[in-house]
């Protein structure tokens, strides 16, 4: 289970500019990393897809093979 916060809470805490410039730094770390991890686990999961599912989400076999091999730091 992830205990991550989620994006729009992020942006909002990364927004916030009475935060010390510590905090801030901290702030826009973890939603870098947060975004990293949702990358990750959405290509991992994208490999476990059928091929009706991927139909449905408007995929094809070889987009979804092609976006499940991209590192998770590459957009």
């Keep these: ?4 916060l989620h994006p729009a809470q992020l942006a909002w805490l ?6 010390p410039k510590a905090a801030q730094i901290c702030v826009a770390l ?9 990358r990750r686990r959405t290509r991992k999961h ?7 599912q991927l139909r ?3 995929l094809t076999q070889g987009q979804a093979e092609k976006e499940a091999a991209k590192p ?4």
């Design 56 to 58: 449905d989400v408007g």
């Design 14 to 19: 990364d927004g916030q500019a009475v935060l």
């Design 46 to 52: 994208l490999q476990t897809l059928e091929p009706a």
């Design 1 to 4: 289970m992830s205990h991550a």
């Design 30 to 38: 973890a939603v870098i990393l947060t975004v990293w991890d949702l």
């Design 72 to 75: 998770f730091y590459q957009t």
